[in-house]
């Protein structure tokens, strides 16, 4: 792989074709680095500050309309695009809940305006349910009288029957973007079940995100009875899984909650790309839904075979009428980067991509399991963008177009990847060449790690910011398999262009990449679910809405 090189950052700036229109984009940016500093300012030094009191004063605003940008600095017209900021009553259509401190948690109310209107209104009944769960977490949350009986049940070693709150508490395995989509598909199985989901939390993951739920946290207290949660595996007696393979618990649906031990463990974390038997099928539900205590361990998106549970259809249509938005409306709702985080993605921002005409976001992921030279996964990556029309060809000419001092598109591309080689690659092309189409094409990389440390609390929260940069893009091309992709595009509200991987006869995949069917992540390891039929069934021709993936031959996504 490339070798390790120091970048410079701000490199492209320094680009001659991008003098040109210099000074004009000064003034926007100007104009709209004050629209964007001023609440700030009035936060840093006025003492109070909302951001509804400051952009609704007066006449309000015109809501964004779908497909614009709210934060955005097009050389069309500057005033054209003044932010408008939800008042906080009306966060994301409703999605998210007015009864939090803004000043808490800045992305909560700003990072909307950085992407293009959401395509997918959340629906009333979501935004009800969501408001339910709220009230269910704070009575039932850390700290509560509540949850106190609940430790005390969970202390005596038995199960009961009669406790009014049921808890799942998530335990994150592998790297951020399978943690992500874990924790939403968690959050939706609380949702469905009537638990409340509380997460614990390790080191590396501290001071990512802010609290999503008001008057109460997500984050498991400390000295809870059950402690080393790393000891839970596949193998571990606790499973449901192995009890009923033990003969610990039975499957008999009636069997009295008192029975049962004092919790369950369920793992759903994925073995040679399958999930367990017994997880997706409704008679075991039925007996999982007596613990009042389940840990649940996970690195995988298992909401596709949620939706193919006759139990949970009627909500499940209510909640998503449109099914493809189920990761984009749960993560906006779940995942707020920390202060800090945040602070990373504005400077990123709005020191680079601001000026911005288009936006490209790619994501380049090796993965060491499957590893390919630099240069057929550039020449890949290179076919995609020519043949998608992603981005300009060069010409070797210059036109006296080129040479003018009219104001020229500035397509912005943000490369996210741990090595810096496909970024200075793609740099040095429209560095050296002029663009047929005679747009300015900017490349920018805000790191290159090298090396996965999902350990360590300073690459994920880049590696967060990453996400949420890219999720910020017009378009984006992500690398196939991974899931740090599929929540960027999720979050967005994109479907992107993939990479696919290419087959084992192949140097390059052809076609080189695809557009994705859906906004949806891919279930890389479906469940199996021969408990139901007694013979293996292929999840991905039951239902219309729940097919196998472009990237993923045995995956499972959702589609409408
Ligand atoms: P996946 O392995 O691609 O499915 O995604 P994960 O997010 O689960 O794990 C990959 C991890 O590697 C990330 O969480 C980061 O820690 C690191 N990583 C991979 N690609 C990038 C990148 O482009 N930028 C940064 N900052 N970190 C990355």
Same mark, same amino acid.
């Given at each position: 792989?490339?070798?390790?090189? &120091?970048?410079?950052?701000?490199?492209?700036?320094?680009?001659?074709?991008?003098?040109?229109?210099?000074?004009?984009?000064?003034?926007?940016?100007?104009?709209v680095g004050l629209l964007i500093t001023l609440p700030l300012l009035v936060f840093l030094f006025g003492g109070h500050w909302s951001t509804s009191a400051f952009f609704s004063r007066g006449a309000p605003l015109p809501a964004s309309t779908k497909g614009s940008r709210n934060v955005s600095s097009s050389s069309s017209s500057a005033a054209a695009s003044l932010p408008t900021i939800p008042t906080p009553k009306n966060i994301l259509g409703g999605l998210l809940s007015p009864a939090f401190d803004e000043r808490s948690c800045l992305s909560r109310y700003k990072s909307a305006l950085y992407r293009r209107a959401s395509p997918f209104?959340?629906?009333?009944?979501?935004?009800?349910? !969501?408001?339910k769960y709220e009230a269910l977490h704070k009575k039932c949350g850390p700290n509560s009288r509540r949850y106190r009986e609940a430790v005390e049940q969970l202390n005596s070693g038995h199960n009961s029957h009669d406790s009014q709150c049921q808890y799942v508490i998530w335990f994150p395995c592998n790297g951020l973007g399978n943690r992500m989509l874990s924790l939403a598909a968690t959050f939706l199985y609380a949702l469905l079940t009537n638990r409340v989901l509380l997460t614990?939390?390790?080191?590396?993951?501290?001071? !990512?995100?802010?609290?999503?739920?008001?008057?109460?946290?997500? &984050? +498991?207290?400390?000295?809870?009875?059950?402690q080393n949660f790393y000891r839970f595996n596949r193998d571990s007696p606790q499973s449901y899984a192995n009890m009923l393979?033990?003969?610990?618990?039975?499957?008999?649906?009636?069997?009295?909650a008192?029975?049962?031990?004092?919790?369950?463990?369920?793992?759903?974390?994925?073995?040679?790309?399958?999930?367990?038997n017994n997880i997706f099928c409704e008679?075991?539900?039925?007996? !999982?839904?007596?613990?009042?205590?389940?840990?649940?361990?996970?690195?995988?998106?298992?909401?596709?075979? +949620?939706?193919?549970?006759?139990m949970y259809e009627d909500e499940l249509r209510r909640l998503f009428p449109a099914?493809?938005?189920?990761?984009?409306?749960?993560?906006?709702y779940l995942f707020h980067p920390s202060n800090s985080v945040w602070g990373i993605i504005t400077r990123y921002y709005e020191s680079y991509l601001t000026k911005a005409d288009e936006r490209l976001g790619l994501q380049i992921r090796i993965f060491p399991e499957k590893p390919i030279s630099f240069d057929d996964m550039y020449d890949q990556l290179f076919k995609c963008l020519m043949k998608e029309e992603l981005l300009p060809t060069t010409t070797t000419t210059e036109s006296s177009s080129n040479s003018s001092s009219t104001i020229k598109r500035l397509k912005s591309v943000l490369v996210t990847s741990l090595y810096s080689g496909y970024y200075e690659k793609i740099k040095s092309m429209y560095y050296e060449n002029p663009t047929s189409t005679g747009e300015i094409v900017a490349i920018y990389q805000p790191s290159h790690e090298e090396w996965q440390h999902s350990e360590a609390q300073t690459h994920n929260q880049k590696a967060l910011a990453e996400m949420f940069l890219l999720s910020y893009n017009d378009k984006v091309v992500i690398s196939a398999w991974s899931t740090f992709g599929y929540v960027a595009h999720g979050l967005a509200g994109l479907k992107p262009w993939i990479l696919l991987r290419p087959s084992w006869n192949q140097k390059t995949a052809d076609p080189p990449c695809l557009r994705a069917m859906s906004v949806e992540p891919c279930l890389h390891s479906p469940p199996s679910l021969d408990c139901k039929a007694k013979r293996d069934v292929d999840p991905g021709a039951l239902v219309?809405?729940?097919?196998?993936?472009?990237?993923?031959?045995q995956g499972l996504k959702l589609v409408d």
């Open positions: 792989m490339d070798a390790k090189r &120091v970048r410079r950052q701000g490199e492209a700036d320094q680009d001659p074709e991008m003098e040109k229109g210099e000074r004009w984009r000064g003034v926007e940016v100007a104009l209104a959340p629906s009333s009944y979501l935004v009800e349910r !969501l408001r614990y939390v390790p080191k590396e993951q501290a001071n !990512l995100f802010c609290e999503p739920f008001p008057g109460s946290s997500w &984050v +498991l207290p400390p000295y809870f009875p059950i393979k033990n003969k610990v618990i039975s499957n008999n649906v009636n069997v009295s008192e029975s049962l031990p004092a919790y369950v463990y369920f793992h759903l974390e994925q073995f040679r790309l399958r999930l367990d008679d075991d539900q039925l007996i !999982l839904a007596k613990f009042n205590w389940m840990i649940l361990k996970s690195d995988s998106y298992f909401v596709p075979p +949620l939706f193919l549970m006759p099914k493809e938005s189920v990761f984009h409306h749960l993560g906006r219309p809405h729940v097919r196998h993936c472009e990237d993923v031959g």
